[in-house]
């Protein structure tokens, strides 16, 4: 039982340790801009079906604590991929993004 306790744990510990750079600046830049202001989208439309036909609506919003805290988005994305990889980004957040 124990020579499969220890490699199950070993692996559970493992997945937590820090992810690539590169990895880590994807993953950070969503944070990123959604530190920028609100997002999200809206959608309005006709569904037929067997029950006949309706109007249909979706609306979704998303927004970031960053944001409301008026935190920067590049610092976010710095903050971010130094607390993922444990490394500085190797691309700064002003270069991956415009406007």
């Known amino acids: 039982m124990l020579r499969l306790a220890l490699p199950v744990l070993l692996l559970l510990v493992a997945a937590c340790g820090p992810v690539p750079v590169h990895r880590a600046e994807e993953l950070c830049l969503q944070a990123a801009r959604e530190a920028k202001g609100p997002t999200g989208t809206a959608a309005i439309g006709i569904v037929s079906g067997p029950s006949g036909t309706r109007p249909r609506s979706d609306l979704e ?14 610092a976010v994305y710095e903050t971010c991929v130094v607390s993922k990889s444990g490394q500085v980004p190797t691309r700064p957040y002003n270069m991956l993004v415009r406007g």
């Open 61 to 74: 919003l998303n927004i970031s604590s960053d944001w409301l805290m008026g935190r920067d988005p590049a």
